[in-house]
Nanobody, 115 residues
Framework: QVQLVESGGGLVQPGGSLRLSCATS????????MGWYRQAPGKERELVAG???????TYAEPVKGRFTISRDNAKNTVYLQMNSLKSQDTAVYYC?????????WGQGTQVTVSS
């Protein structure tokens, strides 16, 4: 069973930065589409950023130019660097691994952007 564990969330002021980490229990990140999702209160979960097995990346429009997804295959870890944070970025952030019909989720980490 694959396990994903997120870390790095917290409280940050507008304009600040955070880096989220998603540690996986196996060597899967180079074979799966790894995505960061977020869910704000009262809203649906949405894809924020993703990195495919080949290394190509995709970003939601609201975070383009501010967030960067990356991975370290040796550490089995995926990162989300978040800069210029806004109050609208407040949400629970989840890590996801997807390949065909296999999908795994982490437990989520809270990100709160507030002064």
């Amino acid at each position: 069973q694959v396990q994903l564990v997120e870390s790095g969330g917290g409280l940050v002021q507008p304009g600040g930065s955070l880096r989220l980490s998603c540690a996986t229990s196996g060597s899967i990140i180079s074979f799966y589409f790894m995505g960061w999702y977020r869910q704000a209160p009262g809203k649906e979960r949405e894809l924020v950023a993703g990195i495919a097995s080949g290394g190509s990346t995709t970003y939601a429009e609201p975070v383009k130019g501010r967030f960067t997804i990356s991975r370290d295959n040796a550490k089995n870890t995926v990162y989300l660097q978040m800069n210029s944070l806004k109050s609208q970025d407040t949400a629970v952030y989840y890590c996801n691994a997807l390949r065909t019909t296999d999908t795994y989720w982490g437990q989520g980490t809270q990100v709160t952007v507030s002064s």
